[in-house]
T-cell receptor, first 114, second 112 residues
């Protein structure tokens, strides 16, 4: 079974530019999550999709962040325009959604905004 | 919001036991997790415990839960150099649909 894959693994952009991160969940996992770890801080929840619908986006920092999951398969997270404080590691996770089905995480995308 | 706290760093000698501690504030926590992150890799679920349990053992790993004190620990017996990683404590109050709250992560260094 292929795991959760994220692309790119690293991205370095300048302040004001746009970046799009992609996540391919495990096939058949309806639940898809985005988390972020800013350097030296906790991993924080950003949002949760169930299929193509946003179930909870309470963790999204501001309107510069846009997540989509068209067709309920892969998801993208776009940051536009990027700011310095957006630097961090963005993790995607997926799960089946049954009771205590664990989150399966991808390797993350390390975003550096200069 | 709810918090999960853990120490930042732990150093042990190879062959010794490691104990990583965590405290949480959410009185509604039902699932508590330990994730492991090796360099350059994602978060790997090591083990979890349901809140009505006080201990769970899985090979070299022992999880202890003190629900009254909201204290969770992970003991790794016979620690190996391959156990060097960051260990994240996490909790959620629902299973399967969870918004997980993570601690900051404890970096375990195993000295040969």
């Amino acid at each position: 079974e292929a795991g959760v894959t994220q692309f790119p693994s690293h991205s370095v952009i300048e302040k004001g530019q746009t970046v799009t991160l992609r996540c391919d969940p495990i096939s058949g996992h309806d639940n898809l999550y985005w988390y972020r770890r800013v350097m030296g801080k906790e991993i924080k929840f950003l949002l949760h999709f169930v299929k193509e619908s946003k179930q909870d986006e309470s963790g999204m920092p501001n309107n510069r962040f846009l997540a989509e999951r068209t067709g309920g398969t892969y998801s993208t997270l776009k940051v536009q325009p990027a700011e310095l404080e957006d630097s961090g590691v963005y993790f995607c996770a997926s799960s089946i959604g049954q009771e205590n089905s664990p989150l399966h995480f991808g390797n993350g995308t390390r975003l550096t905004v200069t | 919001g709810e918090d999960v706290e853990q120490s930042l760093f732990l150093s042990v000698r190879e062959g010794d036991s490691s104990v990583i501690n965590c405290t949480y504030t959410n009185s509604s926590s039902t699932y508590l997790y330990w994730y492991k992150q090796e360099p350059g890799a994602g978060l790997q679920l090591l083990t979890y415990i349901f809140s009505n349990m006080d201990m769970k053992q899985d090979q070299r790993l022992t999880v202890l839960l003190n629900k009254k004190d909201k204290h969770l620990s992970l003991r790794i017996a016979d620690t190996q150099t391959g156990d060097s990683a960051i260990y994240f404590c996490a909790e959620t109050n629902s299973g399967g649909y969870q918004k997980v709250t993570f601690g900051i992560g404890t970096k375990l260094q195993v000295i040969p």
